[in-house]
Structures are given as C-alpha cells and as structure tokens.
C-alpha cells in the first residue's frame, strides 16, 4: 500500500509560480509513474503531467506545455509540479497519481493523493 499527500498549493498572482510536492510513503513506489491531474467543480479531473520512473519518460498536457515541470527524487519518494507563468484558468485542486506506467489516462493510476487547493487571481 501507499500513501500519497501533496503539499506547496495556494493562492498566487497571474503570471507568479508555484511548486507542488507530492511524498509517497509505503513500500509501493519503487518502478513507479507519477502524475499530476487537476480538477474544478462541475469539471472532469483532467491530465496535467505525468513522468515514469527514471524520469526519461515525461508528458504535459498542451495546456501546460513549456510552463509546467515534472520532476522525481526517488530516493526522496518525492514528485514535483513546478508551476510557472500560471494564469487565472489553472486554478483547481491539483492532485498526484502513482501507476505502474506513464499515462494521460485517470483510469491508469492506482494511488491518488488528497489534493491541493491552487488558485491564481487576475
């Protein structure tokens, strides 16, 4: 079993950044992917990134593409969302996924984090 918490959310001007952390804790992690996903009321949790184990492997939705970095300290049990230039429309609750391979697909990932709350004011 596993345990997922995310930390790092909060509230941020257009145009700031942010860094989200997501600690595994539990046996269940070693050759395993890590993913973002986000999700606003009245809205399906949508792929945000996703990074397979050696961190060789790596996926962005297009709308985070070239602002968002996914990142991996194994030997921390750790996955990182660096946010930058975030604007009014990525506030969500973002959450992290553990999976046995890299995917968009929610349906993939076994293990979900809590969430955390990220808001970007205009």
């Known amino acids: 079993q596993a345990q997922l918490v995310e930390s790092g959310g909060g509230l941020v001007q257009a145009g700031g950044s942010l860094r989200l952390s997501c600690t595994a804790s539990g046996r269940t992690f070693n050759g395993q992917a890590m993913a973002w996903f986000r999700e606003v009321p009245g809205k399906e949790r949508e792929f945000v990134a996703t990074?397979?184990?050696?961190?060789?492997?790596?996926y962005y939705a297009d709308s985070v593409k070239d602002r968002f970095t996914i990142s991996r300290d194994n030997a921390q049990k750790v996955a990182y969302l660096q946010m930058n230039s975030l604007k009014p429309e990525d506030t969500a609750v973002y959450s992290c996924?553990?999976?046995?391979?890299?995917?968009?697909?929610?349906?993939?990932?076994?293990?979900w984090g809590q969430g955390t709350q990220v808001t970007v004011s205009s």
């Open positions: 996924a553990m999976g046995p391979r890299v995917s968009t697909v929610r349906s993939a990932y076994g293990f």
């Open positions: 990074i397979g184990w050696t961190g060789v492997t790596i």
